[in-house]
C-alpha cells in the first residue's frame, strides 16, 4: 500500500527543507509519494523546491496563487496513494505522528482519521483562536450529529476512495470545513487520535485570517443544507 503527502505551500522557506526531511525520516508501514503544491511563493521557498531531487517527490508550481484548498485538491488528483494524508508546510505539527495516524485505517477500523490538537485541552493555541475553533466544531457535530473535537486540524488522513462522488467549492482555508461536512453527510466515520500542536503567530508566518472563521461556518452549512 502506498500513502499519500499532500503538501501545499506558500512562502515557507524556512521550514519546508525540515519538514520533507523529517517525512522522509518517518517510519510507516506504508511506501510514501510527497506531493507539494507552490502558491507562487515569491520568497525563495519556489528556488528550494526547484533543488529537491527525490523519487518519490513530485512538485507541482501553480502558475497563480488559487488558496490552499485549490491546491489540496489539485494534489489530490496528482496522489496515487492507497490513503491520502494532508500536512501543513511549516513546523506546528510533526510528520512523527503518522504510524498514529495511519493505523485505525490500516487495521480497518475507519476510513478516515483525523489528528486531534484538542482531545487533551487547549494547549499552547490562542484563546481566539481555540474558541473559533470550538465555534466551527460544535456547529458541524449539531449539524451532522457527530462527536469530533477539531474539524480544523490539518492532519486529515483517508482512504482515497471517500472522495468519489465528492464536490468542492472552498478555494481557501475554509476548504478544511468543507472537506470534513462532506466526509460527514456521506455518512462517513471519523476517529480522532490526539497530536501535538506548537502554534507560531503572524510574525512568524501564519496565514490564518479572522474572516476565514465566517467563510468556514458558511462552508458548513452550505454544505449541509445545499445552499
Sequence with gaps: MKLS??????NEKDSIAE???RIQKVEIPLKKEIIIIDGCSDDGTRE?????KADNIKVIFEESKSGKGSALQLGFKYATGDIIL???ADLEIDPFEYPALVKPILDGRTKIVYGSRFINGRGKTGIINYMGNRLMTTTAN??????????????KV????????LEFSCKGFDFDAELTSSF???GERIIEVPISYDPRDKKAGK?????????SLRAILKTKFSL
Excluded at 5 to 10: E, G
Excluded at 142 to 148: K, R
Design 5 to 10: 503527502i499532500v503538501m501545499a505551500v506558500y
Design 19 to 21: 519538514v520533507i526531511r
Design 48 to 52: 528550494l523546491l526547484r533543488e529537491v
Design 86 to 88: 494532508i500536512q501543513d
Design 142 to 155: 449539531i449539524l451532522f450529529g457527530s462527536n469530533l473535537t477539531d474539524i480544523e486540524t490539518c492532519y
Design 158 to 165: 483517508f482512504r482515497r476512495e471517500v472522495l468519489d462522488g
Design 184 to 186: 460527514l453527510k456521506k
Design 207 to 215: 496565514k490564518l485570517h479572522w474572516i476565514t472563521g465566517f467563510t
